[in-house]
Structure formats: structure tokens, C-alpha cells
């Protein structure tokens, strides 16, 4: 059967396996393939095959031959494949000079011929449509992306679904749009795509080097899209293509806290700083600068951005943040969560930049309290939600504040000297009390399970004091954490000195254990001096200040014993100031209670690369605890939980126990604190109106 035969009767198949040996070789070399074999047509046997005049916009074409590119790599003019397809793009330079990169690329890289007979073969035979080019070629840029965007640099590879989303905020209708790092393109080209009028639309990029310039290039051109990407690829915030030119949008992902991005250059007289000069340290306000200077009167911008611009305190950052948000230029600013970029965990937002109007106030979105909840992929109906809070904002529709949005004036804005984390201003996010009701009925029916199956075993005692436990007559206490714990740094050293030495607490398990388990994975060279300072004893509670998501931060464990062990510099070590006060076990469930999960969602902002809590915020932690007898019940069932666990890891009886833990710690600390505090809110209430 041949090639023909067998792409035509399994044309599926043919393209995974056109995709399969797409990894087998360059990039730069799949690329001129593919762009070879689009801009031929359909192949077919040479008498019948499109001439070059098709590729030629000269009314007279001079030294043109009865054959197409792809002919030319077909037969291999030049005696191999690799020859054929430097032979074949020089025929397509004089219309696409883009392509001169990919000529010198396939000079001096070599590719297993026999990988190239196969695809050669295959692209003969199939991808007849449009389609079928663009399904191949966004596999091949996703499987690309890996090598040539990382984390380090932030030029992350961001979901389709996402740029759609922020497109439809900006409405397309016609004009200019503008990308200033635009990358592969992809922005550009939902634009075009999601306009009333896509061909009235003028797109407008620039690219920093010569390898993204030829692939937004070629993405274009199976988009059957044009694009001015200015002169030549270079650096947008040093050598500006686009000079003196506004656009009617802008829509762009910079990429994020590159430091050092204007060493050579002086940059303290450019026109674009009009809100303040940005440091060198981090360009992210140099980038929102540029896109606001090149934003028209009327214009609208969507910006992709990490959360450290909505907080930071970096006084020439936070004075520039002011001096946008005071001119009324920003429409509204959206949160997603962390885990939505390709290649990266890094939660982010979005600036909605408007210039057709001054705004007083800004729409803030949380997007972590969107319903549906945001997971591992943004969904048609996150992006409706997003698309449906806008629209009636802007219709003035909107007001007020939820779990999810808020609309804040640039009077509450001064207030909380303009950090824009919306979790600052939008309602918070209470556990409901009915649901805590129902759960005792669970509560219950795990005491019961636990009975038929721990028959014997001394952890069943603890568990069935539970019955006729009454919280209701319990007395309770409130205390801030700073009169009851000191607070203190963990040990940091260089790389170099981790590995051996001392047991040493790592952030890993404080998130994991709600006590340090007798094991360490983590060892550290110290000296008798750091052993004395960075000790750890019994009751000391370590709370981990940095973490990938707010969920996970500042989590509790608890030390029930003297230890010859430190603990890193990612943790809080809060050391009691008397050992009456709070039963270092209980503490363990307070520190895991949907209480104080609460006290650090409302004093956390949104985080950059990852949620962090400094020893100021947690100064202003309430902390609430039962009588001495009480704090102990909780305390030793919860100890005797965790014993049970270490010493039988993986047995039936694990999650069943791992419940009736937290339905312990929610029952018998949530619960309680949460009517108390809602009866001190139905008091306060009471007092105001009268």
C-alpha cells in the first residue's frame, strides 16, 4: 500500500504519526516543512502541480520554474532532503523574507533523512485542509513551548481559553489592535477571530528575537492573517518598533518581574514613565506603562500580570500604581488561581485598562470564588461569569460586594493605600452553620464505625468520649497571637550546607503533619550557636510563611517534646510565653480550623509566585480556646489520631480516622467559636440600631 493509500484510508492515524515524528526533529525544520507544503496546495503529480507565478507577487516573474516548493523537496532538488528545503524556502523568500532564519537553520543542522522520507511522504498525502495544518502545527508549538518558555524568563505559554476570556472583555469591533510581546501570535489571532469584523481589524506586534518573529510569522500565515511586527524583532520596553502610535486595544501577557530588562540604555527621559519611573529591578510597571502610552483615547486594554502589582510596597512601584488607579484608567482587575499556565504554577491577574472614560470606581473579580470554582482548566462557564460581571458593571448594574466581586472606590482604594487584592474587599467567604449541623450526624455515624472496628485498641477510648460531649457550656477565650506566642525566624544557609548534619523541619511537613512526626527528611549543617538559637521544644507550633497557594499557608504543626532538631527559614516558630495558657495539642486543631483559615484569608492578599505571610499579619491573628480540661480532651484525641496514623499508614482504618479528625476539630473548635462570634454579631447589631 502506499503513502497515498494509506493516508487516505486511515487519515486519523496518519496524523498522529506525522505529529509522533514532528518531535523527531527541529523545530525550525518542522516549521519550514509544514510552511512549504501549505503555501503548494494540494500536491499532486508535477504536470498538474500550481507554478511559482502563485507565490510571486510581481506581475512579472522572472526565473520561475514549472514546479512548486514542495515539488522542489518531493524530489529533493539538491540531492537530499535537507538541501531541497533550503532550495524550496528560497523560491518563497522574495514574498515571506521572514524564512531566511529557517534557510540558514537547515544549512547548518543536520536531520535523520529517513525521519524526513517518512513526513515528506505523509504531508504529501493528507492535511487538506486548513484545519488540518493548524491542528498540526498548535501540536507541534505546545510540545515546542517546553524548550523555549520557562518559568524563569515569565514568557509563559497562556491557555487559549483564557485569552479568549479577556478577549471578549475587550469587545472587538474594528480598528488596531496591538500585542507588544506578542510571541507565537495566538492573542493576535483570537482578536481577529472573535471580532464582528475580523477583516477590518489591523494587527500590530513586536517580538524580541528572531525565532518567535518567524513563528508568529508563520502562525499568521495559516491564519490567513497579516501582521506589522515593525522593522525587526527586538526588545519592546528598549527599542520601541511602534514608536509614537496608539491602537484602539491592546491585549498582552508580558512577561513577569524580568529584573534587569534597560541595563545599557538610559530610559529616565522616556515619554512612556508618565505615571513614574519604573525600576530596573522589575520591569512589570515599565510593561504597563508602554501599553497605557500606546492606549488611544478611546482605547481598551486587557494585560495579563502576576498579583505582585496589585500589592506590591515597593514605594516607586506603589507610587505608580497610585498615579494610575488616581487618573481613572483602570476599569476593573480579575484574579485567577495558581496551576492555569502551561509550564508554570503561578497564580495571576488581569488589568482592564479603559481610556473612554475616568473611573471612580474599579470592579475588583476574585476568581478563586467563582461558582463553578476555577480547577485545573478555565471552563466556558468560568469565562461567562467573568464575561457577565463586566457587562453589567459597565451598564452600572453592579454594586456592592460578594464572595466573588466588589465594586470599590478610588476613595476605599486610598484607604488600604491602594493595594488591589479584591480579597481585601469582597465578602468573606464564612463556612455556613447548617452544614456544620449536618456533619455532626456524620460525625456520629464515624464514631460508630470506629467502634466495630477498633475493638482492643487504646485510641478507642479517646474516640468514644465524643458521645455526650456538650460544647454549649463551655466557656470560651479570645487572645491576640502576640500575647500569647513569641514569634521567630527559621535557620537560612546556603545550598551547600543542606543534606546532613541536623534534623531539620522543613515546610513540607509542617503542611502535611499537624505534629513533627520522630523522622526527618531534611538535615542542615549548623553550628552550637544555631542549634541554641533555632532549637526547637515542646509546645513550639511552626507555621509554614510561604506557600503555592493561600489553601496551604501558614499551616500548623505542633512539637510535643524537646527536640535536637532546627527548623528552615520558610517557617514561623511560635514559642508559648507560659505554659498554662493554650494546650500545645489543641493548638494543632485550632491552627487546622476553618476559624483561623478564615483570619488568614482576610489579612492575606493575593500572592506573586506564591502565598506568603509575614510576621506583621500574623501579629493580628485572634486566637480562641476552651478551659484547660477542655483544650486537653481535644489536644490528646488528636495526638492519639496522629500516633495511630504514623504507626498504621495505609490501612482501611486511615481515611475513616483522617475524617473523624476533622469532623472533631469542626464540631468542637469550629462550630463553637463561630456561634459565639455570630451572637457577637447579633449583638453589635442590636446596639447599632439603637
Aim: aromatic share 12%; net charge negative; hydrophobic share 35%.
Amino acid at each position: 500500500m502506499t503513502w497515498q493509500q494509506i493516508s487516505s484510508a486511515y487519515p486519523r492515524e496518519a496524523q498522529q504519526r506525522i505529529k509522533q515524528l514532528s518531535s523527531c526533529i527541529g523545530k525550525n525544520t518542522f516549521i519550514s516543512l509544514l510552511l512549504s507544503r501549505y503555501l503548494s496546495g494540494v500536491y499532486r503529480p508535477p504536470l498538474y502541480q500550481l507554478t511559482l507565478d502563485d507565490f510571486d507577487d510581481s506581475p512579472n516573474p522572472q526565473n520561475t520554474v514549472d514546479t512548486t516548493p514542495w515539488d522542489i523537496i518531493v524530489n529533493k532538488h539538491g540531492g537530499n532532503y535537507v538541501t531541497a528545503i533550503a532550495n524550496a524556502l528560497l523560491h518563497l523568500e522574495s514574498r515571506f523574507p521572514f524564512v531566511r532564519r529557517f534557510i540558514e537553520y537547515n544549512e547548518y543542522h543536520k536531520t535523520d533523512e529517513s525521519v524526513l522520507n517518512e513526513l515528506v511522504h505523509l504531508l504529501s498525502a493528507c492535511i487538506p485542509t486548513q484545519d488540518s495544518y493548524l491542528s498540526l502545527y498548535e501540536h507541534f508549538m505546545g510540545k515546542a513551548t517546553q524548550s523555549f518558555s520557562t518559568a524563569k524568563s515569565g514568557d509563559f505559554y497562556t491557555p487559549i481559553e483564557i485569552i479568549r476570556s479577556i478577549s471578549a472583555l475587550l469587545d472587538f469591533k474594528q480598528g488596531t489592535v496591538y500585542d507588544p510581546c506578542c510571541g507565537s501570535g495566538a492573542m493576535l489571532i483570537v482578536a481577529a477571530q472573535m471580532a464582528l469584523g475580523g477583516s477590518d481589524l489591523q494587527l500590530v506586534g513586536q517580538t524580541q528575537d528572531l525565532e518567535t518573529y518567524n513563528i508568529c510569522q508563520m502562525n499568521l500565515i495559516l491564519h490567513n492573517l497579516d501582521v506589522d511586527l515593525g522593522k525587526q524583532p527586538a526588545n519592546t520596553l528598549v527599542s520601541d518598533q511602534h514608536a509614537n502610535k496608539t491602537f484602539d486595544y491592546i491585549i498582552a501577557n508580558p512577561p513577569f518581574n524580568v529584573s534587569k530588562w534597560n541595563e545599557a540604555s538610559p530610559y529616565h527621559n522616556d515619554n512612556r514613565w508618565r505615571y513614574g519611573i519604573p525600576p530596573r529591578s522589575n520591569g512589570n510597571f515599565a510593561w504597563l506603562q508602554h501599553i497605557l502610552s500606546h492606549l488611544n483615547e478611546s482605547g481598551r486594554a486587557a494585560v495579563i500580570l502576576p498579583n505582585g502589582t496589585l500589592t506590591t510596597r515597593v514605594q516607586c512601584e506603589r507610587n505608580i500604581r497610585e498615579a494610575i488607579l488616581c487618573d481613572g484608567v483602570v476599569e476593573a482587575i480579575i484574579t485567577f488561581p495558581a496551576g492555569l499556565f502551561y509550564n508554570t504554577n503561578v497564580p495571576f491577574c488581569v488589568w482592564m485598562l479603559n481610556r473612554s472614560q475616568k473611573h471612580s470606581n474599579i470592579l475588583m473579580i476574585n476568581g478563586e470564588r467563582l461558582d463553578p470554582r476555577i480547577g485545573k482548566k478555565f471552563t466556558t462557564d468560568n469565562a461567562k461569569q467573568i464575561e457577565e460581571l463586566v457587562e453589567s458593571y459597565r451598564k452600572g448594574e453592579l454594586q456592592g460586594k460578594t464572595e466573588t466581586y466588589a465594586v470599590v472606590s478610588l476613595h476605599e482604594l486610598a484607604q488600604k493605600d491602594y493595594i488591589l487584592s479584591p480579597n481585601w474587599y469582597t465578602s468573606s467567604n464564612y463556612t455556613d452553620l447548617s452544614n456544620l449541623r449536618f456533619d455532626l450526624r456524620h460525625f456520629e455515624d464515624c464514631m460508630r464505625e470506629l467502634k466495630a472496628s477498633l475493638k482492643g485498641e487504646s485510641i478507642l477510648s479517646y474516640i468514644e468520649q465524643w458521645k455526650q460531649v456538650d460544647m454549649t457550656a463551655i466557656s470560651w477565650t479570645k487572645a491576640v497571637l502576640p500575647d500569647l506566642y513569641s514569634i521567630f525566624g527559621g535557620i537560612r544557609k546556603d545550598k551547600k550546607y543542606f543534606g546532613q548534619g541536623t534534623p531539620m523541619l522543613d515546610m513540607k511537613t509542617v503542611i502535611r503533619y499537624p505534629f513533627i512526626p520522630n523522622t526527618s527528611n531534611s538535615y542542615v549543617q549548623v553550628t552550637a550557636g544555631e542549634i541554641a538559637k533555632y532549637n526547637i521544644q515542646y509546645g513550639d507550633i511552626f507555621l509554614n510563611r510561604t506557600s503555592e497557594t493561600n489553601d496551604t499557608l501558614a499551616f500548623c504543626c505542633v512539637s510535643t517534646k524537646d527536640m535536637e532538631a532546627v527548623y528552615n527559614g520558610f517557617l514561623h516558630r511560635l514559642r508559648p510565653k507560659d505554659g498554662q495558657t493554650i494546650y500545645p495539642p489543641y493548638a494543632a486543631g485550632y491552627f487546622r480550623s476553618a476559624v483561623y483559615r478564615r483570619e488568614i484569608e482576610d489579612i492575606s492578599t493575593v500572592f506573586t509566585t506564591r502565598a506568603s505571610m509575614s510576621q506583621a499579619k500574623l501579629s493580628s491573628i485572634s486566637v480562641y480556646y476552651p478551659d484547660w480540661n477542655t483544650q486537653r480532651k481535644i489536644g490528646d484525641t488528636l495526638h492519639m489520631v496522629f500516633q495511630y496514623l504514623q504507626d498504621n499508614p495505609g490501612t482501611k482504618l486511615c481515611t475513616l480516622l483522617m475524617d473523624f479528625e476533622r469532623l472533631l476539630i469542626e464540631q468542637y473548635i469550629t462550630y463553637p467559636i463561630m456561634g459565639l462570634l455570630e451572637k457577637e454579631k447579633q449583638h453589635n447589631e442590636k446596639n447599632d440600631q439603637s
